[in-house]
């Protein structure tokens, strides 16, 4: 088996041995996407060795129950032991002893193969593209954001960020508040454009001062979170999606003095996500930069993280 692995370096190699894990499902990947994620692993971050990836579809080739062979799904990507304190309050994606895909003691997507426990996987509408399908895990994640705040039609809420997770964050809350994207790609006000999104750039936040009951950072950037406290209000909320191995300076006096609530924000509920992009309330296709070949994986990375490139499929 095939894979891209990162231990010190990135490289594809071509001796992985299969899955072994006789309890979990066995699933046969048909598409993975790389994230902003995978590129700050690749950086250092949270000292990963093995094979990237944790956003895939794919098809389950063996699994301790049959009736999930030769189904199509995807898979949220913290695998709990269903045991310990956190689990067993039902915040199974912050057990003490999970492992998640790609990304702390699991191998990931970016193989032929990859395992997972059943209870993490979810059927693909039929109607969905494996290209659209893709996308339901950082889809999963925009919608985390409506989970963990109540955000009403007449909030302010400025998205900082217009890449690959921004502009899903964006499709999804486009329609529930007064929503403003400011963003550093001139390219992408004509998508915000398409989809009746107001957008900025960032010279031109001077007006927003201080007034946003919402700042959202999806950024992928150190520096977001220092924006996001100039913008946001007293008494407002910074919501943190951003994840990167550089360390931002925080003004920790500020957010005292301002009484603003800080809420770090990740994995979301896929089952939403799925309805969005079977609905078709959400359009992934203008995200799609290139589809890569697994074997192409290292050029694919390369070209991940180019200026202004959003999403890069692997195909094994």
Request: net charge positive.
């Amino acid at each position: 088996m095939q894979g891209l692995s990162f231990k010190k370096t990135l490289t594809l190699r071509k001796n992985l041995p299969p899955p072994s894990e006789s309890n979990e499902a066995r699933i046969r990947v048909s598409l993975a996407g790389i994230c902003s994620t995978d590129l700050e692993i690749a950086k250092g971050y949270m000292g990963f060795e093995g094979v990237l990836g944790h956003e895939f579809v794919g098809v389950v080739e063996a699994a301790p129950d049959p009736n999930w062979i030769g189904r199509r799904v995807v898979g949220e990507i913290n695998a709990a032991c269903g045991e310990c304190c956190f689990c067993v309050r039902n915040m199974r994606n912050h057990c003490s002893h999970r492992t998640v895909l790609g990304i702390l003691g699991r191998d990931g997507s970016f193989a032929e193969q990859l395992s997972l426990p059943v209870q993490n996987l979810h059927p693909v509408p039929e109607n969905l593209t494996d290209e659209e399908a893709v996308f339901t895990e950082p889809l999963a994640a925009a919608f985390r954001i409506t989970e963990q705040i109540s955000i009403r039609s007449e909030d302010r809420v400025t998205l900082l960020g217009d890449g690959k997770l921004g502009l899903l964050i964006a499709q999804v809350l486009k329609d529930r508040c007064r929503l403003v994207v400011v963003g550093r790609h001139a390219e992408r006000k004509a998508l915000l454009d398409r989809w009746d999104v107001p957008s900025l750039s960032l010279d031109q936040t001077a007006p927003l001062q201080h007034l946003s009951d919402i700042v959202i950072d999806a950024t992928g950037s150190s520096k977001g979170f220092d924006l996001a406290q100039q913008l946001v209000r007293p008494q407002g909320t910074i919501v943190l999606k951003t994840t990167c191995a550089g360390r931002p300076k925080v003004d920790l006096a500020k957010v005292v003095i301002d009484e603003v609530t800080l809420i770090g924000s990740r994995c979301g509920p896929f089952q939403p996500a799925l309805e969005a992009l079977a609905q078709k309330k959400v359009d992934v296709y203008p995200l799609i930069t290139e589809v890569f070949p697994l074997k192409k994986g290292k050029e694919a990375f390369r070209k991940a993280a180019e200026r202004g490139v959003l999403k890069v499929l692997l195909r094994p």
